[in-house]
């Protein structure tokens, strides 16, 4: 009896503890957008982080993208040719990769890339005292390290994944085109044909959440790690891996909100 | 006048402090000693709202803090961190001028460089150190940065934590000359926290000692070799035997 109580108290802790984990998240999301409708805002910080976040991102994005639509026209013709489909490929490739592999491949990369930057920048910043320091000097460290950060993220994400998008569905038509002998120009009329403006749009619209999701999860663990470079270290894979489940769990929930029957 | 009553402060089952009273004139140079972990850090940071005390209060200028404007109570502050805690991202002169940049005390940007060089002159720094990045400075230089940034908006409080710590003894003699020169120049109120008594000697004005989370002694410099107080008489002698526990 004594051994099942302790069994059930340790599942009952483990539970408190991710309910109380989603609980500090929350907060920490809601005070970062609070600081991000009140002033000062911290210009510069919000241009380095766009280019640290977006325009340094590109070409792990853009090679993810241009590989994964090669390989998806090669999986797409090979599956198709099973029921005489072949002729699907370039609109196949174009819908997946605009509506989630374009948002969810460019995501998952941006989150390992920039998470884990941001978590060790500013778990750094913790451990030297860097933080406080900002606090003596009158600055609201959410202000200057978390609301830059958070919003270029939220814009730079979606613009990286129309770039993923317009090279990933490029590498399905460079295969397309030179391995599975398809028309150029009837390649692209058919990806142009079957894509509707809001197979893209819901693609921006998840990258944007994913954008979001990426930076607040490297800043909330980077402000909340521990001491020494193993608290560095452990804030900074745990920013990568809460990030990158974020990203497939909401994906799925905004691919039910977007397209469910 | 910095007045602290009574602070307590706990984090989990360690008791840091358990009921810190002190009392800091104004323009007078306070030096705080004790054994590591005995708290010195987190009293100062109580004062700062850096860390809240579990009970007690802290005045400035008879005003309590806790119900303080932030921002007007911060610019009365300037703070030497132990490592220095300068900016990595950011030029020495950024750092230096980085509350002249921003808010409320925000110049244009000519301006607070040119007052950011005039305080690294002042710490004994070369113009040409004003565009490098803090990593590119020895432990020396990085402290006399973060003393130029402390000074640069002219605070009528400074904190030191440790402000020799990991310095050879002649950097340690020109800082400790250094942070002397700017009080009196400055007519400052500080707290200093250190473990150095040549530091004590050079800077202090008054000691207070730090032991097991209460002030064990407080009194003026010259009274501090004659104290009959036997832990501090232990700690400034540097002794294994004593009330003290060596092992800790």
Known sequence: MTGVLAFLASIGRVILGLLA????????ALETISHILRPPFYWREFGQALVQIGWLSLPVVGLTALFTGGALALQIYAGGARFSAEAVVPSIVA???????GPVLGGLMVAARVASSIAAEIGTMKVTEQIDALVTLSTHPMKYLTVPRVLAATLAVPVLVAVGDSIGIFGGYLVGVTRLEFNAAAYLKNTVDFLEFWD?????????????????????????????????????????V???????????????????A | MITLNGIH???GNNQVLRGVDLHVPTSESMVIIGGSGTGKSVTIKTVLGLVEPDRGKIEVDGQNVAKADRDAFLARFGMLFQGGALFDSLPVWQNVAFRLMRGALKKPKD???????????RVGLKEDVADRFPAELSGGMQKRVGLARAIAAEPEIIFFDEPTTGLDPIMSGV???LIREIVVEMGATTMTITHDMTSVRTIADRVAMLHDGVIQWTGRLDEMDTANDLYLQQFIHGRAEGPIEAVR
Do not use: H, P, W
């Open chain 1, 95 to 101: 819908i997946g990769m605009v509506r989630e592999l």
């Open chain 1, 21 to 28: 984990s989603v609980g500090r998240v929350t907060l920490f």
């Open chain 1, 200 to 240: 893209v749009g819901s693609g921006l619209v998840k990258g944007a959440v994913f954008g979001f999701l990426i930076a607040l999860m490297g800043c909330y663990f980077g402000m909340q790690s521990g001491r020494g470079a193993q608290g560095v270290g452990r804030a900074t894979k745990s920013a990568v």
């Open chain 2, 9 to 11: 402060k706990s984090f």
């Open chain 2, 111 to 121: 301006e607070a460089r040119t007052i950011a060089i005039e305080k690294l002159r």
């Open chain 1, 242 to 260: 809460a990030a990158s489940v974020l990203i497939l769990a909401s994906n799925y929930v905004l691919t039910e909100v977007f397209f469910a």
């Open chain 2, 175 to 177: 800082i400790n000359d």
